[in-house]
């Protein structure tokens, strides 16, 4: 199983393994809502999607009989939020969890052990008792669509395959300077230029998903328990909205969107009222399009050489007693997550917004080298932070020396290893959880951003899960769980 339950009490006791689950009437479904009853029937449906391709040696009449399914939304006593309680005896196994999406995991662990059981030769499944929860909340995977955009079917397969791995936040990076890939009513510029380039060789490149598709893909994600976590990169990163809309610059001229990789001098001009209304609309649309708790904000690679030429964002530091341009795109962030806390919405920021200094509920994704400098910086400021170290979790950089891929190599031993645990020791509170990215420069097609994922995320699932096992023990679960996720996704 990956990642590896905390705790799993196996018997002697086995059994030929089941064909079919019923949810049985026994679950307190009469004092349970009507929902309740739904989900149930939704999840032991998912099951017997995934059960009919399994090798199944046992004798037909010796397994035909349907297993009882129970379910119970009721918080079990390990304390912890996000922990289920698994019990497989003879023709029932029963779930246990606080929530319906602490439920799915029972449902996914459940359907990893029936997995294992038809590999094991007798395809008898062994009576047993799990008990689980995840040592980290927040466990994402990112996935940059303006470099390369991808079909709504590739980003519920990326989803489904989160999903597998108790994966559950889901970082949508939908702009950058090669691509707006976000439908606005508002500035319809950003589908008709923004979300197009064009190639060295002449072609046009882009597109971009109309807001039917963004609600759709954010309620395929909710039902695998999974929050959408929108990024709109500002202040820099926006050289396809400044080819839109050019007077948002400190200094206008006619932009294109980028169709080559790097950072722009040339960004949002922060002095101007017309970008600040232009953000807060903005954002204020895209807000409404997700319903989840967190915004991101970008806030990296934002250099001030314009800012510091420009009298609008010069007279803007004055006006507000600031003391340098890092301070004035700290109070860009600042008006514009009150705006979003309006909504119940906490934004997020690349480390590069330690260099200001931004409001305390603010929280630092961590990405630069192995994480630690900025982890200390964001530690002593009392920031809660998610690490996504380049060194480790940039799964855009080669997986191994011959490999495809960007930059150094990180394989799978090397994600393994990232030692989360020497990070936050003072405040371990503040440490939020663990992520993977995936930028896709150099990715074009979901073949090839599966081929980069594909066992990395295994070891980014297991570390943010709370890694119980060493390497070797893990690269062989790892093996066996790729023939798992061939089978689970098509189903
Ligand atoms: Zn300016």
Redesign the pocket.
């Known amino acids: 199983m990956i990642p590896k339950p905390l705790r799993q009490v196996l018997h002697s006791e086995s059994y030929p393994l089941p064909r079919h689950f019923v949810v049985s009437n026994e679950i307190g479904s009469s004092q349970q809502e009507e929902s309740t009853t739904a989900l149930a029937s939704s999840l032991a449906e998912e099951l017997n999607r995934f059960l009919p391709g399994l090798p199944n040696p046992a004798k037909p009449e010796s397994s035909e009989k349907p297993w009882s399914l129970n379910l119970s939304l009721e918080p079990i006593e390990d304390g912890h939020p996000e922990a289920y309680r698994l019990e497989l005896e003879h023709g029932k196994v029963n779930i246990s969890a606080a929530d319906s999406k602490t439920l799915r995991y029972g449902i996914t662990t459940l359907k990893q052990v029936l997995f294992e059981a038809s590999q094991s030769g007798d395809g008898f499944i062994h009576k047993q008792s799990i008990t689980d929860h995840p040592r980290y909340s927040w466990r994402g995977l990112h996935l940059d669509v303006s470099r390369h955009i991808f079909e709504l079917d590739f980003i519920k397969t990326y989803l489904k395959l989160m999903s597998e791995l108790k994966l559950n936040k889901f970082h949508w990076h939908l702009t950058d300077d090669q691509g707006w890939r976000i439908e606005s009513k508002k500035y319809h510029l950003l589908q008709e230029i923004s979300a197009w380039r064009t190639e060295a060789d002449g072609t046009k490149y882009g597109g971009y998903y109309i807001q039917a598709q963004i609600r759709e893909i954010v309620a395929y994600a909710a039902e695998l328990g999974i929050e959408v976590v929108p990024e709109l990169d500002l202040p820099g990163h926006v050289m396809a909205v400044l080819a839109a809309y050019p007077d948002l610059?400190?200094q206008p001229q006619a932009f294109e969107t980028m169709s080559t990789w790097g950072i722009s001098d040339d960004i949002l001009?922060?002095?101007?009222d017309s970008t600040l209304d232009f953000i807060l609309n903005l954002v204020d649309e895209v807000a409404e399009l997700f319903p989840g708790s967190y915004f991101h904000l970008g806030g990296d690679e934002a250099p001030k050489a314009?800012?510091q030429e420009?009298p609008?964002?010069q007279s803007k530091i004055k006006e507000l007693g600031l003391q340098s341009e890092e301070e004035l795109q700290s109070w860009l962030f600042d008006t514009v997550s009150t705006a979003l806390a309006k909504r119940a919405k906490t934004v997020i920021g690349w480390d590069e917004i330690l260099e200001g200094n931004p409001r305390p509920e603010s929280i630092v994704m961590i990405w630069q080298g192995d994480g630690k400098a900025a982890a200390l910086r964001a530690e002593e400021g009392g920031y809660k932070a998610i690490l996504v170290p380049n060194h480790y979790l940039y799964f855009d950089w080669k997986a191994s020396e011959s490999g495809p891929g960007a930059f150094g190599v990180t394989s799978q031993e090397k994600v393994y290893s990232f030692p989360a645990e020497e990070y936050f020791c003072r405040h371990p509170e503040l440490l939020l959880g663990l992520q993977a990215n995936l930028w896709t420069e150099q990715i074009t097609n979901p073949e090839r951003a599966l081929e980069m994922l594909i066992p990395r995320v295994f070891a980014l699932a297991e570390l943010a899960w709370g890694k119980a096992s060493d390497y070797p023990e893990f690269a062989a679960r790892s093996t066996l769980w790729e023939e798992y996720l061939n089978y689970a996704l098509s189903r």
């Open positions: 610059a400190c001009c922060a002095g101007k314009r800012w420009c609008l964002c």
